[in-house]
């Protein structure tokens, strides 16, 4: 079992229970934040995040965060009834929403930041079962096992095997141009076997970085891979895909228990991570192009997906997502309308934020591990040669000593 040892970062976690840090979170207030162009969600004093990743001791540094939380969609008991899947008939992926969820999947603050896809696929001889995307298969659903919050729920993708086709769920994010990431879930998956979760980045097949739960395997078994998984000649490139099954098939590693899943997109070496213990590490064909998150769910009766039964379903739960990331280019990606034709997809807005969001440096190192909120990064440390220890106004007390600033791979 690989071990974590993180000089730096078990210091920084170290510090608040020493009193070394003001480490209070952030009130800011959230509540219209998808709605406006804040890469530092919920944390706007901090002008860079640190984790630890992998078997390095050094850190690694973004300048970005982001947090979608689905836990507290509603205002009342009950309030979410699950959508009839599409029928035979409905093959075209033209249907929106349903009007329970059309105030949060419709609103301006989701639409800005994420894009339900509705493209499909036709048969072929590897893959033959047609598959359509449809919004009808993304909604919320009210989550009774949730006791921390009062009227919990959280985002359902689904996918349903009909008779001439097999009714498929994606959405991506619209921030395409993310450059080294780390991007989280806390997520589980159930129903029937023959589908496929996804969890990836994505520029193109041969930049993806994926965490896939086949439906078809026991429930402790992960897939991590780097794209491209097959050479160009068709054969499986074993090198891509580190397959991880996990100690025991109870809750702690089932993915039809709620977990929290990881990708640690990184320049040279992509690192997984499940609950945080380090499941696996690849530096084969790292992705190198400014890329998006997907996450979709979806099934085409090939042997890698299976072959999912007629009438039968299998959904993809999602708690939230964070992304903690570096970007390069605009906001739609590297090649927006290339992408749109490959994927469908509608043209993205190019929004480039302006340069002093991403503030002079990285004076104000905030964590987003180990903090008392998931989503809420806390501040860690004021950086040597920053503002002179002044945060907001407020000074901070320098928390960590000079000898781990020092220890800090941070140019
Ligand atoms: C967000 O909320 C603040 C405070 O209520 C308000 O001033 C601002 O206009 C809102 N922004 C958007 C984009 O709705
Ligand atoms: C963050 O900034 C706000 C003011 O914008 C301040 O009230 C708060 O104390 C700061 N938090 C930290 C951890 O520095
Ligand atoms: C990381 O730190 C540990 C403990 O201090 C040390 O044994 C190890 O060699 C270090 N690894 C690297 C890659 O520097
Ligand atoms: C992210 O960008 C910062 C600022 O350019 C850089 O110092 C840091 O190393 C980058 N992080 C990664 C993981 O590439
Ligand atoms: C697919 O979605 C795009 C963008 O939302 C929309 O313009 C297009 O009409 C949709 N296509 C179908 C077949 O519904
Ligand atoms: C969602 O928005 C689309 C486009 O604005 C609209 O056509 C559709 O009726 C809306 N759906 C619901 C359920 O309100
Ligand atoms: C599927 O096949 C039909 C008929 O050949 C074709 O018109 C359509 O464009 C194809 N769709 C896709 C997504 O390839
Ligand atoms: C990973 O598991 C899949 C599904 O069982 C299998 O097709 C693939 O060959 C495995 N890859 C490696 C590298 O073990
Ligand atoms: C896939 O499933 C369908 C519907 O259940 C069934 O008719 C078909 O024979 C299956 N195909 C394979 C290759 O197992």
């Not at 899943?261 to 530096?283: E, F, K, M, Q, T």
């Not at 990331?325 to 994927?343: C, H, L, V």
């Given at each position: 079992?690989?071990?974590?040892?993180?000089?730096?970062?078990?210091?920084?976690?170290?510090?608040?229970?020493?009193?070394?840090?003001?480490?209070?979170?952030?009130?800011?207030?959230?509540?219209?934040?998808?709605?406006?162009?804040?890469?530092?969600?919920?944390?706007?004093?901090?002008?860079?995040?640190?984790?630890?990743?992998?078997?390095?001791?050094?850190?690694?540094?973004?300048?970005?965060?982001?947090?979608?939380?689905?836990?507290?969609?509603?205002?009342?008991?009950?309030?979410?009834?699950?959508?009839?899947?599409?029928?035979?008939?409905?093959?075209?992926?033209?249907?929106?929403?349903?009007?329970?969820?059309?105030?949060?999947?419709?609103?301006?603050?989701?639409?800005?930041?994420?894009?339900?896809?509705?493209?499909?696929?036709?048969?072929?001889?590897?893959?033959?079962?047609?598959?359509?995307?449809?919004?009808?298969?993304?909604?919320?659903?009210?989550?009774?096992?949730?006791?921390?919050?009062?009227?919990?729920?959280?985002?359902?993708?689904?996918?349903?095997?009909?008779?001439?086709?097999?009714?498929?769920?994606?959405?991506?994010?619209?921030?395409?141009?993310?450059?080294?990431?780390?991007?989280?879930?806390?997520?589980?998956?159930?129903?029937?076997?023959?589908?496929?979760?996804?969890?990836?980045?994505?520029?193109?097949?041969?930049?993806?970085?994926?965490?896939?739960?086949?439906t078809q395997y026991p429930s402790n078994?992960?897939?991590?891979?780097?794209?491209?998984?097959?050479?160009?000649?068709?054969?499986?490139?074993?090198?891509?895909?580190?397959?991880?099954?996990m100690p025991s098939s109870d809750a702690?590693?089932?993915?039809?228990?709620?977990?929290?899943?990881?990708?640690?997109?990184?320049?040279?070496?992509?690192?997984?991570?499940?609950?945080?213990?380090?499941?696996?590490?690849?530096?084969?064909?790292?992705?190198?192009?400014?890329?998006?998150?997907?996450?979709?769910?979806?099934?085409?009766?090939?042997?890698?997906?299976?072959?999912?039964?007629?009438?039968?379903?299998?959904?993809?739960?999602?708690?939230?997502?964070?992304?903690?990331?570096?970007?390069?280019?605009?906001?739609?990606?590297?090649?927006?309308e290339t992408k749109k034709m490959r994927?469908?997809?509608?043209?993205?807005?190019?929004?480039?934020?302006?340069?002093?969001?991403?503030?002079?440096?990285?004076?104000?190192?905030?964590?987003?591990?180990?903090?008392?909120?998931?989503?809420?990064?806390?501040?860690?440390?004021?950086?040597?040669?920053?503002?002179?220890?002044?945060?907001?106004?407020?000074?901070?007390?320098?928390?960590?000593?000079?000898?781990?600033?020092?220890?800090?791979?941070?140019?």
């Amino acid at each position: 079992m690989l071990t974590l040892s993180l000089v730096p970062l078990s210091l920084l976690a170290l510090a608040p229970r020493l009193g070394l840090c003001d480490d209070s979170s952030d009130s800011d207030s959230s509540s219209n934040s998808t709605a406006t162009p804040n890469l530092k969600q919920n944390s706007n004093n901090c002008s860079c995040y640190a984790i630890g990743s992998g078997s390095s001791n050094s850190s690694e540094f973004f300048s970005y965060h982001r947090f979608y939380d689905f836990r507290s969609l509603a205002t009342s008991a009950d309030q979410f009834t699950t959508p009839d899947p599409v029928s035979d008939d409905e093959d075209q992926g033209t249907e929106g929403v349903v009007a329970d969820d059309a105030g949060y999947l419709n609103s301006t603050g989701f639409m800005d930041d994420w894009e339900i896809q509705n493209w499909s696929t036709n048969a072929s001889a590897d893959f033959p079962v047609r598959m359509v995307n449809t919004a009808r298969n993304i909604y919320i659903s009210d989550d009774t096992g949730n006791t921390d919050i009062e009227y919990p729920t959280y985002l359902t993708m689904r996918t349903v095997r009909l008779a001439d086709f097999s009714s498929a769920s994606e959405m991506q994010n619209n921030q395409q141009n993310m450059m080294h990431a780390s991007v989280r879930m806390r997520a589980r998956v159930v129903g029937a076997s023959g589908a496929v979760a996804g969890f990836f980045t994505y520029y193109d097949d041969d930049n993806e970085a994926d965490i896939e739960i086949l439906t078809q395997y026991p429930s402790n078994q992960y897939e991590y891979t780097n794209q491209p998984s097959v050479s160009k000649d068709g054969n499986e490139i074993t090198a891509a895909t580190v397959n991880v099954t996990m100690p025991s098939s109870d809750a702690a590693d089932d993915w039809t228990q709620w977990h929290d899943h990881r990708i640690d997109w990184l320049p040279h070496r992509c690192n997984w991570y499940l609950d945080g213990r380090l499941v696996a590490s690849n530096s084969y064909s790292v992705p190198r192009k400014p890329s998006g998150l997907v996450l979709n769910m979806w099934s085409n009766g090939g042997s890698w997906s299976g072959n999912m039964t007629e009438g039968d379903a299998a959904e993809f739960h999602v708690q939230w997502v964070q992304m903690v990331f570096n970007t390069s280019g605009p906001r739609g990606g590297p090649d927006a309308e290339t992408k749109k034709m490959r994927r469908s997809a509608r043209l993205l807005e190019e929004r480039e934020w302006p340069e002093e969001q991403l503030g002079p440096g990285c004076e104000t190192v905030c964590r987003v591990d180990g903090v008392k909120a998931v989503g809420y990064p806390e501040v860690a440390y004021v950086s040597m040669g920053g503002a002179a220890g002044l945060v907001a106004g407020h000074a901070v007390v320098w928390c960590v000593v000079a000898a781990v600033g020092a220890l800090l791979a941070w140019s």
